[in-house]
């Protein structure tokens, strides 16, 4: 399994989400009944960098070509815990705000 590459930090804030899913019925009579969709919960981490070098931006995008649709790891850059994660984006996105700096935006869930 490939691992996330050796590019800088994101910025921060880094914004994490925690899903669990469940299945809601409602009832007729009013009630309610639910119940876990998943067994395990997932980890959604929104990465963003506002000033990513054009070579890190280079890196990132390779990375991103060869392992879109597949799971890697990835640790977390303040807890330092592994994960196994992939792409929820179909897409990369990045703005360039000069020649050499572009800002990026990658969400990562847990697989």
Do not use: C
């Not at 691992?3 to 809601?24: G, M, Q």
Request: zero cysteines; hydrophobic letters at 35%; proline letters at 5%.
């Amino acid at each position: 399994m490939n691992s996330w590459p050796s590019i800088a930090k994101p910025d921060f804030p880094l914004e994490e989400e925690r899903s669990f899913p469940v299945i809601r019925s409602e009832f007729d009579n009013g009630a309610v009944q639910t119940r876990l969709r998943f067994s395990k919960k997932r980890l959604i981490a929104t990465l963003r960098w506002e000033a990513m070098t054009e070579t890190d931006y280079g890196t990132l995008e390779t990375f991103f070509d060869a392992n879109q649709g597949l799971t890697f790891t990835w640790t977390h850059p303040v807890t330092s815990a592994s994960y196994t994660v992939r792409f929820r984006d179909d897409s990369l996105k990045s703005s360039a705000i000069s020649y050499t700096r572009r800002q990026v935006t990658v969400v990562l869930e847990e697989a």
